[in-house]
């Protein structure tokens, strides 16, 4: 079982960030639930090595209202 | 979701056998929060360690002079809260409130978890080592939230 624990960096907002574990790999475009909001992938970077069953990434996005 | 498959999401416990995870396990008291509501205060005394079972927890830090608290992160499912004072039993050094309702947490208390870990070395090693890696990746994310964040 793979699990992605992800640091989330939000630009164009106030939203202070966030630390996650995803069950799939986040992708630049897609959308990311954080609670009641969502944001879209803009940047994906790997953090540090993978560890056994966990990846660990950075994403960055943006607010999906502010999407382009 | 079950307790056991939330656990063997954290970071904190990977690499342990089943049987050690259950021995975790039997040490988590579940407790409910409300949107809004404190789960540790800052520069209190508290030793105890916080898993985040359902919901979303902010992690908010005041200035020296106790002014305004700004919120550093927000912490999901799987993420854990209370690993430093774990560790060097020194003050909450963040606020961390609920920001959902329900926000689930298990709590494992400092001293069950040292005595485990004492009698368990194997279990000791692996969670120390697991924890290591997780301030260093809170280090790297708080680097790189200060240059695009």
């Known amino acids: 079982m793979a699990v992605y624990?992800?640091?989330?960096?939000?630009?164009k907002s106030d939203h202070p960030g966030a630390i996650v574990n995803l069950e799939v790999a986040p992708e630049v475009g897609k959308t990311l639930s954080l609670g009641n909001e969502e944001f879209t992938i803009v940047e994906v970077l790997e953090l540090m090595p993978p560890?056994?069953?966990?990846?660990?990434?950075?994403?960055t996005c943006i607010p999906k209202n502010l999407e382009e | 979701?079950?307790?056991?498959?939330?656990?063997?999401?954290?970071?904190?416990?990977?690499?342990?056998?089943?049987?050690?995870?259950?021995?975790?396990?039997s040490l988590c008291q579940e407790r409910r929060y409300k949107d809004n509501d404190v789960i540790a205060i800052q520069n209190s005394p508290g030793k105890d360690l916080f898993i985040i079972q359902e919901g979303f927890v902010e992690v908010a830090v005041a200035g020296r002079a106790g002014?305004?608290?700004?919120?550093i992160v927000?912490?999901?499912?799987?993420?854990t809260v209370g690993e430093m004072s774990l560790v060097d039993q020194g003050p909450r050094s963040a606020t961390v409130r609920a920001i959902n309702t329900p926000t689930v947490v298990q709590v494992?208390?400092?001293?069950?978890?040292?005595?485990?870990?004492e009698t368990n070395t194997q279990i000791g090693y692996v969670v120390m080592r697991n924890m290591a890696a997780d301030l260093s990746?809170?280090?790297?994310?708080?680097?790189?939230s200060d240059i695009t964040g």
């Open chain 2, 137 to 144: 990746f809170r280090l790297r994310q708080r680097h790189l």
């Open chain 2, 1 to 25: 979701m079950e307790i056991k498959q939330i656990m063997k999401g954290v970071e904190l416990f990977d690499g342990l056998s089943d049987e050690e995870l259950d021995k975790v396990i």
């Open chain 1, 5 to 11: 624990k992800v640091s989330v960096v939000v630009t």
């Open chain 2, 67 to 71: 002014g305004t608290s700004k919120v």
């Open chain 2, 108 to 117: 494992i208390t400092h001293e069950a978890f040292e005595k485990l870990c």
């Open chain 2, 74 to 79: 927000n912490l999901g499912v799987g993420q």
């Open chain 1, 51 to 59: 560890r056994g069953d966990f990846h660990f990434l950075h994403v």
